[in-house]
């Protein structure tokens, strides 16, 4: 099992640059695949971008890809998301999950997922 907290969220203009930390537990985070989705007032939770096991391969939603950069370091059992040229329309609860062996956009590939962090960008 995986716990998951999220940190790093906040206020920024737009054009700004934040970075959001997700710290797990547990001693199987490596065989975890690791993603991050997020949740605008309204609308339904919506992928971001995802990371293999071993860091290697990641995929991202179109909205976010060059943009958004999503990284691992499973010696510390940290997943990041680095995230700059910001939006009004990335503001949402960004979340982190994990789970399964492959890379994954469907929110039903992944088990465990953290409380969220409130990521507002402001025009």
């Known amino acids: 099992q995986v716990h998951v907290v999220e940190s790093g969220g906040g206020l920024v203009q737009a054009g700004g640059s934040l970075s959001l930390s997700c710290a797990a537990s547990g001693r199987t985070f490596s065989t975890y695949v690791m993603g991050w989705f997020r949740q605008a007032p309204g609308k339904e939770r919506e992928f971001v971008a995802t990371i293999s096991r071993s860091g290697i391969n990641v995929d991202y939603a179109d909205s976010v890809k060059g943009r958004f950069a999503i990284s691992r370091d499973n010696a510390k059992n940290m997943v990041y998301l680095q995230m700059m040229s910001l939006k009004p329309e990335d503001t949402a609860v960004y979340y982190c999950?994990?789970?399964?062996?492959?890379?994954?956009?469907?929110?039903?590939?992944?088990?465990?997922w953290g409380q969220g962090t409130q990521v507002t960008v402001s025009s």
């Open positions: 999950a994990a789970g399964g062996t492959t890379l994954g956009t469907h929110t039903s590939q992944y088990e465990y």
